[in-house]
Nanobody, 128 residues
């Protein structure tokens, strides 16, 4: 089992940047596929980005490609989401998710039901 704690959310003006972190505890992070999802007020949760357990592959929602970057530091048991050129529509609660082991097809990385462990989330608000 792994516990996840997000940090780094806050209020930023449009065009600004934020870096989110997800600190894991309980198990070796290198065994887990990791992802970020977000949920805006009144909307369903949506996939943002994912990174394979072996750090060889990353996946992004079309809406954030070229804008957000996911990375991991297994030694620090932490996953990051660097968010640049933020827009008001990026406002949401951002949650970190984890699943033990790899996924065997690319489409799985964006499916929230594939992830067993979730953090509490951190609020990101982008003002116009």
């Amino acid at each position: 089992q792994v516990q996840l704690v997000e940090a780094g959310g806050g209020l930023v003006q449009a065009g600004g940047s934020l870096s989110l972190s997800c600190a894991a505890s309980g198990r070796t992070l290198s065994s887990y596929t990791m992802a970020w999802f977000r949920q805006a007020s009144g909307k369903e949760r949506e996939f943002v980005a994912a990174i394979s357990h072996n750090d060889r592959s990353t996946y992004y929602a079309d809406s954030v490609k070229g804008q957000f970057t996911i990375s991991r530091d297994n030694a620090k048991m932490t996953v990051y989401l660097q968010m640049n050129r933020l827009k008001p529509e990026d406002t949401a609660v951002y949650s970190c998710a984890a699943n033990f082991g790899p996924f065997y097809y690319d489409g799985a990385y964006s499916q929230e039901e594939k992830y067993k462990y979730w953090g509490q989330g951190t609020q990101v608000t982008v003002s116009s």
